[in-house]
């Protein structure tokens, strides 16, 4: 009996603490129902879903949390999404195959990633207008830019490569090998290292981006797609593993899997860094993982396909 | 759920349509694809025990419950990067790779790793077969998942290699393929 209320009551303050971490929010990207989900991460509730089109994949929730900005591959577009009163408030026609999608600390450029043309296009936020072009490797597909907004890089899939851009210059002022097939890429909050999730060759590129190289690999789980950053671990969604492999950012080795749904793939740290949630692609769920005891603490149903490819959890507070 | 199937042979049947466009399809490397994964998810109810439901399809390398397969041919039996090559009527090959595979849950999970397109419409195809006890604790339910992209890897695509002529023809197939394997079980040949 005592043991019962004792189980309860730990229940209740596990309820607790999850109820007043910082209010945050998950757009997730539906890819075959063709919407937009937002989720209330205090509640796990699904508090609004916003018709895109086209296919939307990519995603990238502006720092000051005003604007989603979701990609549409079939479309050709990244349709603008204002965060707060959930409403579509702009389309920008970009051609090509957009996926990948970041934008800079200000808020003031976005950068797309054409999937088909070795090409990333540059978009001012505030004409929302395509004003120029970035020559990158094949396939680019994950984008990330530095905390400092000074550089860019583009993990260029087909070329086993990524690029880095200076942001001022636009130009690809080096190029670093890393594992096979490098599809999502992540920036540390310090800048200085990046991570490859590499699906050909089922592990994690590590990047010094001041030296632009490689300076470790670690294993993973089948099919890597991206990485989240978060006390001192990386998690990796493994694709065709249904796992969520976690390593040590000191040290670059395994730490455990984590069962989440089938087919994982985006995936992001919340703000305050106690958790992880990542979009499972098949089971058309969100695993929310608890980023210290390193187990699943939650699930909420999404649309159809979700994908959440890029930056996709926004601060309300 | 239970499906319902029409009468043409699913492989044969992408084999004609494909082919017309073969020649002018765009063959990129194996692992370039389309934007959007698909997924196709079909089930039967087999009045049969799961035990032998699982029998008769959880061997890797024997993929002859499936009507166009007249030939299995691998390596490594079901262990995991187990090889299989399979031939269909008509002579054409799909080889695939074992990745996931665990008797007691009655699941195992391949992909495709090389195809043509004129044979199946899909690039990057991945599957899951399972095997559970039906609701009704008679039968066995028998679940055949798919994850694929579509076959043209490019902006675009012909109406032949699309997405929907990529769900179409993986869906055909399991559904003839779940059809079949419950006659043979049920008939007990």
Redesign the interface.
């Known amino acids: 009996m005592r043991a019962r209320i004792l189980a309860a009551l730990a229940a209740s303050l596990c309820a607790a603490s999850i109820g007043s971490a910082s209010a945050e929010e998950a757009f997730v990207t539906n890819q075959l129902s063709d919407d937009l989900m937002v989720v209330d991460l205090a509640t796990s509730r699904s508090v609004a879903t916003i018709p895109i089109g086209g296919k939307p994949a990519g995603v990238a929730v502006s720092a000051d949390g005003r604007f989603a900005y979701v990609t549409s591959p079939d479309a050709k577009a990244v349709t603008v999404v204002d965060a707060a009163t959930r409403q579509v408030s702009g389309r920008i026609e970009v051609g090509g195959g957009p996926l990948g999608i970041a934008v800079t600390p200000d808020g003031k450029t976005l950068y797309v990633a054409d999937w088909y043309a070795a090409a990333v296009r540059v978009i001012d936020t505030a004409s929302r207008s395509v004003t120029a072009s970035i020559a990158v490797g094949a396939s680019p597909s994950g984008l990330a830019v530095t905390p400092d907004g000074r550089l860019l890089l583009s993990a260029d899939r087909d070329d086993d490569s990524v690029s880095v851009v200076d942001t001022a210059t636009r130009e690809r002022r080096a190029t670093i090998k890393v594992g096979t097939r490098p599809f999502g890429v992540t920036i540390d909050a310090e800048g200085k290292r990046a991570y490859t999730a590499n699906v050909g060759s089922n592990d994690v590129s590590v990047i010094d981006i001041a030296a632009s190289q490689e300076i470790g690999r670690v294993p993973v789980g089948m099919r890597p797609y991206a990485v989240a950053l978060t006390q001192g671990r990386g998690f990796v969604t493994d694709q065709y593993g249904g796992t969520v492999s976690v390593f040590d950012l000191a040290t670059l080795k395994p730490v455990k899997r984590i069962n989440v749904g089938d087919y994982p793939e985006g995936i992001n740290a919340t703000a305050d860094g106690k958790r992880v949630i990542v979009a499972c692609w098949e089971s058309n769920t969100l695993s929310i993982i608890d980023a210290t005891e390193l187990k699943v603490i939650g699930e909420v149903k999404t649309g159809d396909g979700p994908r959440a490819f890029g930056a996709f959890l926004r601060r309300t507070e | 759920m239970r499906v319902t199937i029409g009468r043409r042979t699913v492989m044969g049947a992408v084999l004609t349509a494909a082919g017309a466009v073969a020649l002018t399809a765009a063959f990129g ?1 194996a ?2 694809h389309g ?5 196709v998810r079909e089930s039967i109810e087999i009045n049969a025990p799961p035990a032998k439901v699982w029998a008769a399809i959880g061997n890797f390398q024997d993929m002859s419950w499936l009507p166009p397969v007249t030939k299995t041919e691998g390596e490594k039996g079901n262990e995991i990067e187990a090889t299989r090559r399979l031939t269909l009527t008509g002579g054409a090959t799909v080889d695939e790779e074992l ?2 595979f665990d008797a007691a849950a009655m699941t195992y ?1 391949y ?1 495709i790793t090389k195809v043509d397109v004129k044979v199946l419409p899909v690039t990057n195809y ?1 599957s899951t077969l399972t095997v559970t006890p039906s609701a009704d604790g008679k039968g066995a339910t028998l679940e055949w ?1 798919g ?1 694929f992209y579509r076959g043209f890897p ?2 675009d695509p012909p109406p032949e290699l699309s997405d929907e002529a990529a769900v179409k023809a993986v869906k055909g197939l399991y559904q003839a393929g779940l059809e079949a394997l419950k006659k043979k079980i049920e008939s007990g040949s």
């Open positions: 490397p692992w370039a934007p959007t994964r698909q997924k990745y996931k999970s992909r991945s998942a994850a490019n902006n």
